[in-house]
T-cell receptor
Framework: AQSVTQPDIHITVSEGASLELRCNYSYGATPYLFWYVQSPGQGLQLLLKYFSGDTLVQGIKGFEAEFKRSQSSFNLRKPSVHWSDAAEYFCAVGAEAAGNKLTFGGGTRVLVKP | DTAVSQTPKYLVTQMGNDKSIKCEQNLGHDTMYWYKQDSKKFLKIMFSYNNKELIINETVPNRFSPKSPDKAHLNLHINSLELGDSAVYFC??????????????FGQGTRLTVV
């Protein structure tokens, strides 16, 4: 069975500071990995994804994530956050063997201080 | 031109009622899903259909019945609504199994409130 852990429930960061959100997954083989963002009252928007190849992936809105197989991690980073980055962030794992269903982490709420 | 659209966006209803949520995708995907997001923001899959065939049913009460009239539509019907059914329900779709880049596209969600 696949599982995802996001250790940080809340993170507060100052505008212009860097941001890193942690994600650890559990799956027997190499999974598909995703980061989604959800703004208040909105749906889920895909930030970036990893399927194979280069372990450092670039996404939208200046986000990037690095897949580290040895640590079973897929942490999300942004060098300089903007006030509009305040949202809920979800890491997810999928696998074809599981019908491509996504298993989500519990989410990390990011608050941005002016 | 919305890729995955759900209706209604908000639904307030009384306990015991029966209600439906509709979902349509215009991406040509074969696979569609229903996810539930509870009050603590936790997201969990409920159902998945591949080309109108049910492939995932995650121990959801049988009061919930998905229906896929064609591969572009996946509706969710809920009988005898309970307070605990209050949540945001997301529809999603993805390319066929076995195809590269199986990215899921989500609808905007339906906020169901049972009173």
């Amino acid at each position: 069975a696949q599982s995802v852990t996001q250790p940080d429930i809340h993170i507060t960061v100052s505008e212009g500071a860097s941001l890193e959100l942690r994600c650890n997954y559990s799956y027997g083989a190499t999974p598909y990995l995703f980061w989604y963002v959800q703004s208040p009252g909105q749906g889920l928007q895909l930030l970036l994804k990893y399927f194979s190849g280069d372990t450092l992936v670039q996404g939208i809105k200046g986000f990037e994530a690095e897949f580290k197989r040895s640590q079973s991690s897929f942490n999300l980073r942004k060098p300089s956050v903007h006030w509009s980055d305040a949202a809920e962030y979800f890491c997810a794992v999928g696998a074809e063997a599981a019908g491509n269903k996504l298993t989500f982490g519990g989410g990390t709420r990011v608050l941005v201080k002016p | 031109d919305t890729a995955v659209s759900q209706t209604p966006k908000y639904l307030v209803t009384q306990m015991g009622n029966d209600k439906s949520i509709k979902c349509e995708q215009n991406l040509g995907h074969d696979t569609m899903y229903w996810y539930k997001q509870d009050s603590k923001k936790f997201l969990k899959i409920m159902f998945s259909y591949n080309n109108k065939e049910l492939i995932i049913n995650e121990t959801v009460p049988n009061r919930f019945s998905p229906k896929s009239p064609d591969k572009a539509h996946l509706n969710l019907h809920i009988n005898s609504l309970e307070l605990g059914d209050s949540a945001v329900y997301f529809c999603a779709s993805s390319p066929p199994l076995g195809q590269a880049n199986p990215e899921a596209f989500f609808g905007q969600g339906t906020r169901l409130t049972v009173v």
